[in-house]
């Protein structure tokens, strides 16, 4: 059964730079793309971006100059970095396994336990 | 960017009755496939989403036949023939066919 394990620094302060990591455990990590999402206190969630194992990336336009999502396909693994952090960056980071090969869609079918994220000076 | 719009935004109901939730795109979310590229997730209380149906109506693995999607092009629904108090949480349309997005949310609550 496929599982996704993310972790990264869970405090952080105005202007820093936020860095989390996925891992994929017990699947294929090249057929699949690999996304992030995150969720505002009390909030609905939020698109950030998306990877291939190739690296070729989509981003949420209004997050693009600040987001950079990489992948580490020999150890299943891809990050996010998010730079210069307001307090309205504070949420749940998810990583999540987008079933998306070539131009068929089947969803996001796994997802990660979620990060709490917090900017506070 | 595609906008999705959900109605309701609250949703009581009382167990074994049926709810259905309704979401509406800025723009056809039909793929030149033939397939529409909406998906209904459930967050349940403290919890990550979960993939409820994907392409507007195919149930995703392990849920319940209870759980159906409908719709095309701009208009889909996620109907649920008789909730179960398991059934709790916000439920969210997203739309994958130019990047990502996601309705609002529905908070489903037992009446």
């Known amino acids: 059964q496929v599982q996704l394990q993310q972790w990264g620094a869970g405090l952080l302060k105005p202007w820093e730079t936020l860095s989390l990591t996925c891992a994929v455990y017990?699947?294929?990590?090249?057929?699949?793309?690999w996304s992030w999402i995150r969720q505002p206190p009390g909030k609905g969630l939020e698109w950030i971006g998306e990877?291939?194992?190739?690296?070729?990336?989509k981003y949420y336009p209004s997050l693009r100059s600040r987001v950079t999502i990489s992948v580490d396909t020999p150890k299943n693994q891809f990050s996010l970095r998010l730079t210069s952090l307001t307090a309205a960056d504070t949420a749940v980071y998810y990583c999540?396994?987008?079933?998306?090969?070539?131009?068929?869609?089947?969803?996001?079918?796994?997802w990660g336990q979620g990060t709490t994220v917090t900017v506070s000076s | 960017d595609i906008v999705m719009t959900q109605s309701p935004l609250s949703l009581p109901v009382i167990p074994g009755e049926p709810a259905s939730i309704s979401c509406r795109s800025s723009?056809?979310?039909?793929?030149?496939?033939?397939?529409?590229?909406l998906d209904w997730y459930l967050q349940k209380p403290g919890k990550s989403p979960q993939l409820l149906v994907y392409?507007?109506?195919s149930r995703a693995s392990g849920v319940p036949d209870r759980f159906s999607g409908s719709g095309s092009g701009t208009d889909f629904t996620l109907k649920i023939s008789g909730v179960e108090a398991e059934d709790i949480g916000v439920y969210y349309c997203?739309?994958?066919?130019?990047?990502?997005?996601f309705g609002q949310g529905t908070r489903l609550e037992i009446k």
């Open positions: 997203m739309q994958g066919l130019q990047g990502i997005t």
């Open positions: 723009q056809s979310l039909l793929h030149s496939n033939g397939y529409n590229y």
């Open positions: 392409l507007g109506s």
């Open positions: 990877i291939n194992h190739r690296g070729s990336t």
């Open positions: 017990g699947g294929s990590f090249s057929d699949y793309h």
């Open positions: 999540a396994r987008v079933d998306r090969v070539g131009g068929d869609y089947y969803g996001m079918d796994v």
